[in-house]
């Protein structure tokens, strides 16, 4: 089946500084990435679509200027989460969109559990 | 609004029993509805249903989907301690999985 990656899979950091998730097909070109952010005990919940070569599209109330993201390959597509603050702290997972036919599936990567101090 | 309903929300069983999953949705521009197992990381991808009445089956797995009554079940038959997850459902919107908040199964030995 096809494989994602994430890293890193754990990043803590200090409160105002950026960290950069990248999230990587492994063996398929990926048109179209997504990121979520998964709180404890919630579920998934999507913060935007990335598309290869395109700006993101982003969910209502995910600001978009702090969760820059940038498709720049087929194969890579970053979040980078600026001026990180405790409430940032999550598990973020993206998952890459296989193109079969007409029907579409998402595989996702291990995701990254980022902690804000 | 957009809604998607897991049901329980969790239950606990003894091993070799039988579990039923629930998960009932009203997106719009519905596509499919895909099924994922989820332990310590990131969901691992079950099932994915397009027609109405044909159930997938892997191993003990099985799901179904009706697209009339808006509804999808997962059935695990002789659980085992190794089934212990999440289950989350996710109905494709417009190209976009909305995520149930999930039924956590616990197999007891």
């Known amino acids: 089946g096809a494989v994602v990656s994430q890293h890193p899979s754990w990043v803590i950091c200090k409160s105002g500084t950026s960290v950069k998730i990248e999230c990587r097909s492994l063996d398929f070109q990926a048109t179209t990435m997504f990121w979520y952010r998964q709180f404890p005990k919630q579920s998934l919940m999507l913060m935007a679509t990335?598309?290869?070569?395109?700006?993101?599209?982003?969910e209502q109330g995910v600001e978009k200027d702090k969760f820059l993201i940038n498709h720049a390959s087929l194969t890579l597509s970053t979040l980078t989460v600026t001026s990180a603050h405790p409430e940032d702290s999550s598990f973020y997972i993206c998952s890459a969109r296989v193109p079969t036919s007409a029907i579409y599936e998402q595989y996702f990567g291990p995701g990254t559990r980022l902690t804000v101090t | 609004e957009d809604k998607v309903v897991q049901s329980p929300l969790s239950l606990v069983v003894h091993e070799g029993d039988t579990v039923t999953l629930n998960c009932s949705y009203e997106?719009?521009?519905?596509?499919?509805l895909l099924w994922y197992k989820q332990e310590k990381k990131a969901p691992t991808f079950l099932f994915m249903l397009t027609s109405s009445g044909i159930e997938k089956k892997s191993g003990r797995l099985s799901s179904i989907l009706d697209k009339k009554e808006l509804f999808s079940i997962l059935n695990i038959t002789a659980t085992q301690t190794g089934d212990s997850a999440i289950y989350l459902c996710a109905p494709d919107s417009w190209g976009k999985f909305q995520f149930g908040a999930g039924t956590q199964v616990v197999v007891t030995p």
């Open positions: 990335s598309n290869e070569g395109s700006k993101a599209t982003y």
């Open positions: 997106v719009t521009n519905f596509r499919s």
